[in-house]
């Protein structure tokens, strides 16, 4: 047995009756186990687990778990510690998809999540409410100001001002959920490690790693939040995390209510929403700011002759963009003088980006002004904590099954589910009270 106060022994024992035939063995109580394998505690679970190896490294949670044991001999070896804590991990993931499976199924979805024919529930979300013209005309007074004390021209500020009027769709918090969902990449593990003086045969089913790109294992990770509440999901794809968070909606009643996706712009991911919530009515998506925001800084780096004229460029360019003017930034672009580029490149990819995403890009000035939310930060902050705190930025690499069993047991202290996973087994579907 491994537990949180030592590693140990003890003998089970068989009940016989007549003709010594065994009538109970003692084994049976415990669940079957391979080779020479040790039954891990809750206690061994929830500290040298979740507390241990998904926060800090394998060494150095061994290190300390085996010594506050005073077991530095004879405690849990290194590769055990490693193999069970993946073997956890994978078994969350497994949970999660069995709790998909069986939402999906009694509501009226396919294992894919597609609806159907006799889906009652699409049927029953009713149509969407929005904020009234009382509410909103303030904050449009407030954009209009702002626009003036930055020299905007009045062909611009009338130019927003029938941006908002045709984007009436400014959702009330309280019949919005929003869903934040985002990609997060470590550095993969190499399958073999090469040996000096020995020829390596290269294998055509393994990933090429070209010399600017590593492979990576990518995590998907959603973030839900509704009313101050929200559950962390991770999953091995985009797919994957579509289905647990279509689950996810159906378990809480959430799939009446307005959903805005906010997104970092990438195509195949914004694609992939659109495509699998094509049914719902009431379904939109937001262009992070912070992303647009990052996407421009790089590319105007690329693009210009040195920093101070790309931060005079970038500074027009943002300030039409927070105001929604996607036209105006894209004839900005296109008027840069030729003294001022390097690489004509960098500059038609943000006009084909800001094409490609036009739709997705609002007023944010007026939702601001709203207080609505103008960025995937929620799933940003969630993806340092189940995945780059623990797996970036220390020289590590990492298997796929490694790395997607250390993000799933770090999303279980992020839905404040530890006791419930390590004494049951199970993770309670709902929306968890944010953290202070």
């Known amino acids: 047995m491994d537990g949180e106060v030592g590693r140990f022994t003890f003998k089970t024992y068989d009940v016989k009756g007549e003709n010594n035939k065994t009538l109970f063995s003692g084994i049976e109580l415990f669940p079957r186990r391979k080779g020479r394998q040790w039954y891990p505690t809750r206690g061994f679970k929830e500290v040298a687990l979740i507390y241990g190896a998904a926060q800090r490294s394998y060494r150095q949670t061994i290190k300390v778990f085996n010594h506050s044991r005073r077991q530095e001999i004879g405690g849990t070896p290194l590769n055990t510690l490693c193999d069970v804590t993946q073997a956890e991990g994978l078994k969350i993931l497994d949970f999660l998809t069995r709790k998909t499976e069986s939402t999906l199924k009694k509501q009226g979805f396919n294992s894919a999540g597609v609806p159907e024919a006799d889906c009652a529930v699409i049927k029953q979300i009713p149509d969407a409410t929005y904020l009234k013209k009382k509410i909103r005309q303030p904050a449009i007074i407030a954009v209009c100001e702002d626009m003036a004390k930055k020299e905007l021209s009045a062909e611009d500020i009338e130019k927003v001002q029938e941006i908002i009027a045709a984007n009436k769709v400014y959702e009330k918090i309280d019949q919005c959920v929003y869903i934040h969902i985002d990609d997060v990449g470590v550095k993969e593990q190499k399958q073999h490690r090469g040996k000096k003086g020995v020829v390596k045969v290269p294998d055509v089913n393994q990933k090429e790693a070209t010399k600017d790109k590593r492979p990576t294992v990518q995590n998907t990770v959603a973030r839900i939040e509704h009313m101050g509440k929200g559950f962390t999901l991770t999953g091995r794809s985009v797919s994957e995390i579509l289905t647990f968070v279509l689950a996810f909606l159906l378990n809480n009643e959430l799939l009446g209510l307005n959903i805005k996706v906010c997104t970092d712009g990438q195509r195949c991911l914004q694609d992939a929403i659109v495509s699998f919530f094509s049914w719902h009515r009431h379904l939109s998506l937001l262009l992070d700011w912070f992303h647009l925001v990052k996407k421009f ?78 960025s995937s930060n929620p799933v940003e902050r969630c993806n340092n904590q189940v995945t780059a705190k623990r797996q970036k930025h220390h020289g590590m690499s990492w298997s796929e099954n490694g790395s997607y069993a250390l993000t799933s047991l770090n999303a279980v202290t992020v839905n404040n589910a530890t006791q419930q996973w390590v004494e049951n087994h199970t993770i309670t579907f709902v929306l968890v009270a944010k953290a202070a």
């Open 297 to 374: 800084k790089e590319d105007l780096s690329l693009a210009c002759k040195g920093r101070e004229i790309r931060n005079r460029h970038l500074k027009q360019l943002l300030t039409l963009l927070w105001f929604g003017l996607v036209d105006k930034a894209q004839a900005y672009l296109a008027v840069i003088p030729a003294t001022d580029i390097k690489d004509t490149k960098a500059i038609a990819r943000l006009s084909a980006y800001l094409e490609r995403n036009r739709k997705w890009v609002p007023c944010y000035a007026m939702r601001s002004k709203l207080k609505l939310p103008n």
